[in-house]
């Protein structure tokens, strides 16, 4: 499969631009002793990120990916993580090889950049500005930016919007189910890459336009195009 030579890249930030697990792990595991319960521990944590704090938190309380906890367990529970995840948003976070190259190529080479998270606001932008990313994207739109986030279109429309481009001239990447399906649902082209938070699932079953290895190696496929 292949892509069109697009003329806005909107980018995912958890699992796809950082890698954000250690700290929501962190997170997780804290509250759940605050709680009086075992931790869940990082491998856990990783199969169930990637639909926003509130659905992983869920997601902790029950130890499934589906179904949800008893409502004065969550009420109580996530207060908890929210304050604690708000200390820890980025201490041991990371940029997955291959991003600063990536975006730095993206920029020179003039596409409009945007970012697209389900993460809410309050814990996205000191993220992106932590690891020095911010500033790289004309426009992040997160999860509780508008009345929808991901796998709803609404996110990726309304970058699209903001940058006066059609859906067929833009490009969504990502890791996740998610993405696909908001990309899809926007009319917008998808790539992924293998390596985020798609809950123990090989992204290629999703059947995304293109995988690339890393973000840099995007490179190679606009290449191909341009």
């Known amino acids: 499969m292949a892509i069109n030579k697009p003329e806005m890249v909107l980018i995912d930030v958890d699992g796809t631009l950082v890698d954000s697990v250690p700290d929501l792990?962190?997170?997780?595991?804290?509250?759940?002793?605050?709680?009086?319960?075992?931790?869940?521990?990082?491998?856990?944590v990783r199969d169930w990120v990637g639909n926003g704090v509130e659905r992983l938190v869920r997601r902790a309380l029950t130890?499934?990916?589906?179904?949800?906890?008893?409502?004065?367990?969550?009420?109580?529970?996530?207060?908890?993580?929210?304050?604690?995840?708000a200390d820890n948003t980025s201490k041991r976070s990371m940029l997955y090889p291959g991003v600063r190259e990536g975006l730095d190529y993206l920029k020179a080479t003039g596409y409009a950049l945007g970012c697209v998270t389900n993460?809410?606001?309050?814990?996205?932008?000191?993220?992106?500005?932590?690891?020095?990313?911010?500033?790289?994207?004309?426009?992040?739109?997160?999860g509780d930016t508008l009345a929808?986030?991901?796998?709803?279109?609404?996110?990726?429309?309304?970058?699209?919007?903001?940058?006066?481009?059609?859906?067929?001239r833009a490009l969504m990447v990502g890791d996740s189910i998610s993405d696909v399906k908001a990309a899809r649902a926007a009319g917008f082209q998808i790539a992924c890459v293998p390596y985020g938070y798609n809950h123990g699932e090989d992204i290629r079953t999703a059947e995304p336009d293109v995988v690339i290895a890393t973000l840099a190696d995007l490179r190679t496929e606009l290449e191909k195009v341009a």
């Open 25 to 44: 792990a962190f997170c997780i595991d804290e509250m759940m002793k605050q709680l009086d319960r075992d931790p869940r521990g990082e491998a856990s």
């Open 63 to 85: 130890g499934q990916l589906d179904g949800d906890p008893d409502e004065v367990d969550f009420s109580r529970a996530y207060p908890i993580f929210l304050d604690l995840y």
């Open 119 to 142: 993460k809410a606001e309050q814990f996205t932008l000191p993220l992106l500005k932590d690891l020095g990313i911010y500033d790289d994207f004309s426009i992040v739109v997160s």
């Open 148 to 168: 929808h986030k991901k796998p709803h279109p609404e996110p990726l429309l309304h970058a699209a919007e903001f940058f006066k481009v059609g859906p067929a």
